[in-house]
């Protein structure tokens, strides 16, 4: 079966301060990756998507980058962050298939909190 | 994709059927329905989606109109563990992987012993 993991589940960061949050997958081939962000009280917002190694498409600028070094591997990153970027991150992954209707699976998340 | 409207919270007895209500009147031919629960301080879980048929995994049953203005997400045997934020999310199945989730406010349903 696929499973997602997301780490660390929990992280507090000074602004200013770079940022590295990484996600896996396994049991799949050729995932299409996601990263959201989760404001307290509010939905979720679509940050990063990729079809593939390589291929990141933002959907929202921001301080923020993703990267996708391996097939199963998501890394959302920042140089330098803000008090803005605290929230709640969550990576999902979906079957890769053209015109799917394939569902997101989420992981975890992670909360990060900027002081 | 398609607004969907849902109860602002709902509660069921431990071991009744929860019955979730989505309006989704402005649905278009080729967009799916996705229900998802999220359980405070965790990640969105995938429930269930449909097209048209009405759809029965381990978890729930989806029923869809005929005209396919609204759903029904049913819970068959409710237990405390089910207590969380319940969305019901219209979309058009992507080409190119860009299949944005919006999430709107959902439905928050306690489940009461």
């Known amino acids: 079966s696929q499973t997602i993991h997301q780490w660390p589940a929990t992280l507090v960061q000074p602004v200013g301060s770079p940022l590295s949050l990484e996600c896996t997958v396994e049991?799949?081939?050729?995932?299409?990756l996601y990263w959201y962000r989760q404001a307290a009280g509010r939905g979720l917002q679509l940050l990063f998507y990729s079809v593939g190694i390589g291929q990141i498409s933002s959907e929202v600028p921001q301080n923020l980058s993703a990267s996708r070094p391996q097939d199963r591997q998501f890394i959302l990153s920042s140089k330098k962050l803000l008090l803005s970027d605290s929230g709640f991150y969550l990576c999902?992954?979906?079957?890769?298939?053209?015109?799917?209707?394939?569902?997101?699976?989420f992981g975890d998340g992670t909360r990060l909190s900027i002081l | 994709d398609a607004k969907t409207t849902q109860p602002t919270s709902m509660d069921c007895a431990e071991g009744r059927a929860a019955n979730l209500p989505c309006n989704h009147s402005t649905i278009s031919g080729n967009e799916y329905v996705y229900w998802y629960r999220q359980i405070h301080s965790q990640g969105p879980q995938y429930i269930i989606h449909g097209l048209k048929n009405n759809e029965t995994n381990e978890m729930a049953s989806l029923i869809i109109t005929e005209d396919r203005k609204s759903s029904t997400l049913i819970l068959p045997h409710a237990t405390l563990r089910d207590t969380a934020v319940y969305y019901c999310i219209v979309r058009v199945a992507s080409n190119f992987g860009n299949e944005k989730l919006t999430f709107g406010t959902g439905t928050r349903l306690t489940i009461i012993p």
């Open positions: 999902a992954w979906s079957a890769g298939q053209r015109g799917s209707n394939q569902p997101q699976h």
């Open positions: 049991g799949t081939s050729n995932p299409n």
